[in-house]
């Protein structure tokens, strides 16, 4: 994975966290925070704070987070 701007983060993109598991994906940017819709049978949204991201590439973002970090409210 390339560094690349936080800022080119794109809906539709797959985020995965620090534990190797895929969160979900972005289905909006809001401002300092990405808007997650969750993958599996429950579903549901998570927001995940843009200063999280560790690297991107297009199509895919890798936070500094694991998916129980991103999942538990803030």
Same mark, same amino acid.
């Given at each position: 994975?390339?560094?690349?701007?936080?800022?080119?983060?794109?809906?539709?993109?797959?985020?995965?966290?620090?534990? $190797? *598991?895929? #969160?979900?994906?972005?289905?909006? %940017?809001?401002g300092p925070v990405l808007k997650?819709?969750?993958?599996? =049978?429950?579903? $549901? *949204?998570? #927001?995940?704070?843009?200063?999280? %991201?560790?690297?991107?590439?297009?199509?895919?973002?890798?936070?500094? =987070?694991?998916?129980? *970090?991103?999942?538990?409210?803030?």
């Amino acid at each position: 994975m390339q560094n690349v701007d936080r800022e080119m983060v794109q809906p539709g993109w797959e985020v995965w966290t620090s534990d $190797g *598991e895929l #969160l979900g994906k972005v289905i909006q %940017i809001d401002g300092p925070v990405l808007k997650v819709k969750k993958g599996g =049978l429950i579903g $549901g *949204e998570v #927001l995940v704070p843009r200063d999280s %991201i560790r690297e991107v590439e297009e199509g895919r973002v890798e936070v500094v =987070l694991t998916k129980q *970090e991103a999942t538990t409210s803030r």
